[in-house]
C-alpha cells in the first residue's frame, strides 16, 4: 500500500467580523513565501513535517498535529500547538503596547484586561493535510513570524484604541462594546476566544446592573434624607416612660422625679452622670410616697447612631436593684427631714435591704425616617419592653413633643401593677420646654394612674 497524500487544504471557514474593530484580513495573504521550503520536502514517500513531527524556524511559526481518529481532530490539535507556539510572543506583543501607551489607560489596565490580543486561533487556516497507509492524520499550520507579529501589533493597537474611547466615551462605549461582544461570540468559530468574550458580556452586565442598583439605592437614599432631614437631626431620649433607652444625655449631670398630681404622692426619685458614652444612674421608687424599690444602674452606648437611612443605636448595662425592701427601711419620701436624720439601723436597713438582684440589660433603638419615629427595646431579667416614640411635628419643633407609646412583658412579680398584669400598656406625652435642660412628660401608667414627670440636666 502506497502513502497518500493531500495539498490542498479543506475549506477552513474561519471568519472575523472587523467592522468596529478595524479591517478585514486574510493571514493566507501575510505568509511569509520566502521562508524554506524543506517542510515539504518528500522522503520515503512521507513529507518531512510529517516525519519529524516538529519544525523550528527563525522566520515562520508552525503547528503541527496528529491523530489516529479523524482528520478534524489532527486539524484542531494543529491549531492547539500553533496557540501554544505563539502565545508568549503575542502576550509579549501586548505588554510592550501596553506600556507605551499606560499614560492613556487606567492605571489598574493590564493584559488580562485587553479584550482582542489572543490572537493565536483567530483565522488560523490549516496550509496542508497528509494521511498515511495506516490512517494516520496529519495537519500543518504555517505563518510567517514577521507578518504575523504586524498583525498582531495591529490588532492589538486597535484593541487598545477601543478601550481608550471606551474610557472616554463612558457609557456610549461600554454600550458599543456591548454589540461589539455579540457579535463577536455569533460570528467567530474559535472556542476559546468565544468562551472568553461570553465571559466579558457577562461581567459586563452584571458591572452595569450592579452600577444601575448601586445609583437607583443612593438616589432612594437621598431622596429620603431630603424629605425627612428634620427627622434625621433628632438625636433618640435617653429614656423612654420607665426604661432607659440607648441613647446618652447631653449633659453631665441629671435629676427626674414622678409624681401624680391626683394624689400628690411622689413615684420615683432619681439622679444621673453621664460621661461619653458612659451614663450611671440611682433611682427610688415609692409606693404613695413610701420607698418600695431601688435600682442602680451603669450603661455603656457601645454603637452610637450608625446608617445613613434607618439610624440605629445600641447600649449594654449592669444594674443591681432590690425588689422590695423591708419594712425597717421604709420612710417617705416626702420628708426629707426624716431622711437626713434616718438612724443608722434604719440606714443599714435601706443599704442592705431584702430582695436584692442584679441582671444584665441591652437595649437599642432604630430611627424609621418614613414614620418619624424611632423604635426601641429593652430587656432584663425582669421585663421585656418594646416603645416607639413619634415626632408629630419635626420640621417645626424637632423633638420638642413626642408621644410614647411602650408595651412591656414583666417576668418579675414585684415589678407588675397591683392587678397584677403581666402585659402592660403605658403611653406617654413629652414637652422638652428647654433643650437638654428641662423636659416634662405626662403619662399614663400601670392601667390606672396619670403620672407627671420632670427631668433636669446641667
Same mark, same amino acid.
Given at each position: 500500500?502506497?502513502?497518500?497524500?493531500?495539498?490542498?487544504?479543506?475549506?477552513?471557514?474561519?471568519?472575523?467580523?472587523?467592522?468596529?474593530?478595524?479591517?478585514?484580513?486574510?493571514?493566507?495573504?501575510?505568509?511569509?513565501?520566502?521562508?524554506?521550503?524543506?517542510?515539504?520536502?518528500?522522503?520515503?514517500?512521507?513529507?518531512?513535517?510529517?516525519?519529524?513531527?516538529?519544525?523550528?524556524?527563525?522566520?515562520?511559526?508552525?503547528?503541527?498535529?496528529?491523530?489516529?481518529?479523524?482528520?478534524?481532530?489532527?486539524?484542531?490539535?494543529?491549531?492547539?500547538?500553533?496557540?501554544?507556539?505563539?502565545?508568549?510572543?503575542?502576550?509579549?506583543?501586548?505588554?510592550?503596547?501596553?506600556?507605551?501607551?499606560?499614560?492613556?489607560?487606567?492605571?489598574?489596565?493590564?493584559?488580562?484586561?485587553?479584550?482582542?490580543?489572543?490572537?493565536?486561533?483567530?483565522?488560523?487556516?490549516?496550509?496542508?493535510?497528509?494521511?498515511?497507509?495506516?490512517?494516520?492524520?496529519?495537519?500543518?499550520?504555517?505563518?510567517?513570524?514577521?507578518?504575523?507579529?504586524?498583525?498582531?501589533?495591529?490588532?492589538?493597537?486597535?484593541?487598545?484604541?477601543?478601550?481608550?474611547?471606551?474610557?472616554?466615551?463612558?457609557?456610549?462605549?461600554?454600550?458599543? +462594546?456591548?454589540?461589539?461582544?455579540? @457579535?463577536?461570540? /455569533?460570528?467567530?468559530?474559535? %472556542? !476559546? =476566544? #468565544?468562551?472568553?468574550?461570553? *465571559?466579558?458580556?457577562?461581567?459586563?452586565?452584571?458591572?452595569?446592573?450592579?452600577?444601575?442598583?448601586?445609583?437607583?439605592?443612593?438616589?432612594?437614599?437621598?431622596?429620603?434624607?431630603?424629605?425627612?432631614?428634620?427627622?434625621?437631626?433628632?438625636?433618640?431620649?435617653?429614656?423612654?416612660?420607665?426604661?432607659?433607652?440607648?441613647?446618652?444625655?447631653?449633659?453631665?449631670?441629671?435629676?427626674?422625679?414622678?409624681?401624680?398630681?391626683?394624689?400628690?404622692?411622689?413615684?420615683?426619685?432619681?439622679?444621673?452622670?453621664?460621661?461619653?458614652?458612659?451614663?450611671?444612674?440611682?433611682?427610688?421608687?415609692?409606693?404613695?410616697?413610701?420607698?418600695?424599690?431601688?435600682?442602680?444602674?451603669?450603661? +455603656?452606648?457601645?454603637?452610637?447612631? @450608625?446608617?445613613? /437611612?434607618?439610624?440605629?443605636? %445600641? !447600649? =449594654? #448595662?449592669?444594674?443591681?436593684? *432590690?425588689?422590695?425592701?423591708?419594712?425597717?427601711?421604709?420612710?417617705?419620701?416626702?420628708?426629707?427631714?426624716?431622711?437626713?436624720?434616718?438612724?443608722?439601723?434604719?440606714?443599714?436597713?435601706?443599704?442592705?435591704?431584702?430582695?436584692?438582684?442584679?441582671?444584665?440589660?441591652?437595649?437599642?433603638?432604630?430611627?424609621?425616617?418614613?414614620?418619624?419615629?424611632?423604635?426601641?427595646?429593652?430587656?432584663?431579667?425582669?421585663?421585656?419592653?418594646?416603645?416607639?416614640?413619634?415626632?408629630?411635628?419635626?420640621?417645626?419643633?424637632?423633638?420638642?413633643?413626642?408621644?410614647?407609646?411602650?408595651?412591656?412583658?414583666?417576668?418579675?412579680?414585684?415589678?407588675?401593677?397591683?392587678?397584677?398584669?403581666? +402585659?402592660?400598656?403605658?403611653?406617654?406625652?413629652?414637652?422638652?420646654?428647654?433643650?437638654?435642660?428641662?423636659?416634662?412628660?405626662?403619662?399614663?401608667?400601670?392601667?390606672?394612674?396619670?403620672?407627671?414627670?420632670?427631668?433636669?440636666?446641667?
Amino acid at each position: 500500500m502506497i502513502a497518500s497524500g493531500f495539498s490542498t487544504p479543506l475549506s477552513d471557514t474561519t471568519k472575523y467580523d472587523r467592522d468596529s474593530r478595524g479591517r478585514p484580513f486574510d493571514l493566507d495573504e501575510l505568509i511569509d513565501n520566502s521562508a524554506t521550503e524543506e517542510f515539504i520536502q518528500v522522503k520515503n514517500g512521507l513529507p518531512l513535517w510529517v516525519q519529524t513531527g516538529e519544525i523550528q524556524s527563525d522566520a515562520v511559526y508552525y503547528g503541527i498535529g496528529k491523530s489516529l481518529v479523524s482528520v478534524d481532530e489532527a486539524d484542531n490539535d494543529a491549531r492547539l500547538r500553533f496557540a501554544q507556539y505563539v502565545e508568549v510572543s503575542v502576550q509579549s506583543i501586548a505588554t510592550q503596547q501596553i506600556a507605551e501607551n499606560k499614560d492613556r489607560l487606567e492605571e489598574n489596565y493590564s493584559y488580562e484586561s485587553l479584550v482582542s490580543t489572543q490572537m493565536n486561533l483567530r483565522s488560523v487556516k490549516i496550509t496542508e493535510r497528509f494521511i498515511t497507509k495506516d490512517s494516520t492524520f496529519y495537519s500543518l499550520i504555517k505563518y510567517g513570524k514577521s507578518a504575523y507579529h504586524d498583525l498582531v501589533t495591529q490588532e492589538i493597537q486597535i484593541s487598545l484604541e477601543a478601550d481608550i474611547r471606551k474610557q472616554e466615551l463612558a457609557h456610549q462605549a461600554l454600550e458599543a +462594546l456591548r454589540a461589539d461582544s455579540l @457579535r463577536h461570540k /455569533l460570528m467567530m468559530d474559535s %472556542l !476559546a =476566544l #468565544g468562551r472568553k468574550q461570553a *465571559v466579558i458580556d457577562s461581567l459586563d452586565k452584571i458591572l452595569e446592573m450592579e452600577e444601575s442598583r448601586q445609583r437607583q439605592a443612593q438616589e432612594q437614599v437621598d431622596l429620603l434624607k431630603n424629605r425627612y432631614a428634620a427627622f434625621f437631626k433628632i438625636k433618640p431620649r435617653h429614656q423612654l416612660i420607665d426604661v432607659p433607652s440607648a441613647g446618652t444625655p447631653d449633659s453631665w449631670v441629671y435629676f427626674g422625679s414622678r409624681w401624680e398630681p391626683e394624689t400628690e404622692h411622689i413615684r420615683q426619685l432619681k439622679a444621673g452622670v453621664s460621661i461619653w458614652l458612659l451614663t450611671a444612674e440611682a433611682s427610688l421608687w415609692a409606693k404613695e410616697s413610701i420607698l418600695d424599690q431601688g435600682e442602680l444602674s451603669v450603661k +455603656l452606648e457601645v454603637l452610637p447612631i @450608625r446608617g445613613n /437611612l434607618y439610624p440605629v443605636n %445600641l !447600649a =449594654l #448595662g449592669y444594674v443591681e436593684y *432590690v425588689e422590695k425592701y423591708s419594712e425597717g427601711a421604709h420612710f417617705d419620701l416626702r420628708d426629707w427631714d426624716a431622711f437626713n436624720t434616718l438612724s443608722s439601723q434604719h440606714q443599714d436597713e435601706i443599704e442592705n435591704g431584702s430582695e436584692r438582684n442584679s441582671s444584665f440589660f441591652v437595649t437599642g433603638s432604630v430611627g424609621v425616617p418614613q414614620a418619624n419615629s424611632h423604635i426601641s427595646i429593652y430587656a432584663d431579667r425582669r421585663k421585656l419592653s418594646l416603645g416607639a416614640t413619634w415626632y408629630p411635628f419635626p420640621r417645626n419643633l424637632g423633638d420638642a413633643i413626642s408621644i410614647i407609646n411602650q408595651i412591656d412583658v414583666i417576668h418579675s412579680v414585684p415589678y407588675r401593677n397591683r392587678f397584677n398584669d403581666q +402585659l402592660q400598656w403605658q403611653l406617654g406625652l413629652r414637652l422638652i420646654a428647654i433643650a437638654d435642660r428641662f423636659a416634662t412628660m405626662i403619662s399614663y401608667e400601670d392601667h390606672e394612674v396619670w403620672m407627671l414627670n420632670f427631668e433636669f440636666q446641667y
